[in-house]
């Protein structure tokens, strides 16, 4: 199984900063790599797959980056619609997911 | 655009199957090059893979549970089912249907993200 860890788990930040979450395969992955975000009740909503292909209607503030083992999502400027529980997911072989990153309100 | 409805019971007794049914709209179940799966999510263990399949009906399943899942389609009623034998209270989650790509092959299988997801539905296990 491919497992993939992010960090951190939990991170405070206020509106306005940029901010970047980190997702590490126990292997390589190439670039096969998507990012979602999930608000309470909800279900993921796909941000970006491919590692760094922001998917239609997507604001430019986010963006992704990596390859191979190690993978970033970046969000340059914080917007209050922003706080919200952020996974990464493999699918390189079958499909693992992170545990995830709540991103809160400092 | 498509979307998908999870519907099935809320609550199941310990030993007992888990049934689940993934309704499509706003589109074919058979167009493209899609896939059909099972993801649930709790939060001990965050988001599982659970299973997908095929419109052809062909199947793959998380190792971890294969010995207990079973995916079905029903093309004529634009659904595809989940069954999940011999539930525990590991077994309670939020269950998603979810729609899958073709982006990436390799010798045995295709893979790619899940795109759109069902809302979600809770399924919990308790006599």
């Known amino acids: 199984d491919i497992q993939m860890t992010q960090s951190p788990s939990t991170l405070s930040a206020s509106v306005g900063d940029r901010v970047t979450i980190t997702c590490r395969a126990s292997?390589?992955?190439?670039?096969?790599l998507a990012w979602y975000q999930q608000k309470p009740g909800k279900a993921p909503k796909l941000l970006i797959s491919?590692?760094?292909t922001l998917e239609s209607g997507v604001p430019s503030r986010f963006s992704g980056g990596g390859s191979g083992t190690e993978f970033t999502l970046t969000i340059s400027s914080l917007q209050p619609d922003d706080f919200a529980t952020y996974y990464c997911?493999?699918?390189?072989?079958?499909?693992?997911f992170g545990q995830g990153t709540k991103v809160e309100i400092k | 655009q498509v979307q998908l409805q999870e519907s099935g019971p809320g609550l199941v007794k310990p030993s007992q199957t888990l049934s689940l049914t993934c309704t499509v709209s706003?589109?074919?179940?058979?167009?493209?090059?899609?896939?059909w799966s099972w993801i649930r999510q709790t939060a001990g263990k965050g988001l599982e893979w659970i299973g997908r399949?095929?419109?052809?009906?062909?199947?793959d399943y998380n190792p971890s549970l294969k010995s207990r899942v079973t995916i079905s389609v029903d093309t004529s009623k634009n659904q595809f089912s989940l069954n999940l034998r011999s539930v525990t209270a590991a077994d309670t989650a939020v269950y998603y249907c979810?729609?899958?790509?073709?982006?990436?092959?390799?010798?045995?299988?295709?893979?790619?993200?899940?795109?759109?997801w069902g809302q979600g539905t809770l399924v919990t296990v308790s006599s």
């Open positions: 979810a729609r899958g790509t073709n982006r990436y092959c390799d010798s045995n299988s295709c893979y790619g993200w899940f795109d759109p």
């Open positions: 706003g589109g074919s179940i058979s167009s493209g090059s899609y896939y």
């Open positions: 399949i095929y419109t052809s009906g062909n199947t």
């Open positions: 292997q390589s992955i190439s670039s096969w």
């Open positions: 491919k590692a760094s």
């Open positions: 997911q493999q699918y390189y072989t079958y499909w693992t």
